[in-house]
């Protein structure tokens, strides 16, 4: 089993009733496994735990200071429309970096489309414009194919019936 919880890794081939386990820094610690039956012992990666925990309280620091694109009040209010009430300003903040990263995935998706669309659409027409610096436009042309990636269904309206 490589990787595993507690910081631990241990290779198979390394023996299962050597006694060793290998630890997150690379060295090899003696007795880290409890008596060759696989079940690791938590005390001998106490080392290893305190640099996951610095990582994570270092990043809910920089939270702080953060802005992202989504304001607080925007996303707490849609956090509180579906039932989650979040006192802890740096939770809302990470929801908000979560959801500026999904809507950037999607945008970013919706323009490959875009991209591939008008290039077959210059490559169909004889003399095709080739500019460079062309603007695009997000059109629900674009948007739906990226939408259903992500397992969103979107269709237009019918206006004409």
């Not at 990470?94 to 991209?115: E, N, R, Y």
């Not at 629900?140 to 269709?155: F, H, S």
Request: no cysteine; hydrophobic share 35%; glycine share 10%.
């Amino acid at each position: 089993m490589v990787g595993s919880n507690f910081g631990i890794i241990y290779h198979p081939s390394a023996g299962g009733s050597s006694g060793q386990a290998n630890n997150a820094s690379g060295a090899t610690s003696a007795g880290a496994m409890g008596s060759g039956n696989g079940n690791f012992n938590v005390a001998a990666a106490g080392n290893d735990r305190s640099a996951p925990a610095s990582h994570l309280s270092d990043f809910m620091l920089q939270l702080e200071d953060y802005t992202p694109l989504l304001p607080d009040a925007v996303t707490s209010h849609y956090l509180n429309m579906g039932g989650f009430h979040a006192d802890d300003k740096r939770i809302v903040r990470l929801i908000s970096i979560a959801t500026q990263k999904f809507m950037s995935d999607i945008i970013d998706d919706a323009l490959q489309h875009s991209k591939a669309r008008t290039h077959m659409q210059n490559a169909s027409t004889p003399g095709g414009s080739k500019a460079k610096d062309r603007k695009f436009t997000l059109t629900m042309e674009d948007l739906q194919p990226a939408l259903a990636d992500y397992g969103i269904n979107v269709r237009k309206m019918d206006y004409s019936q």
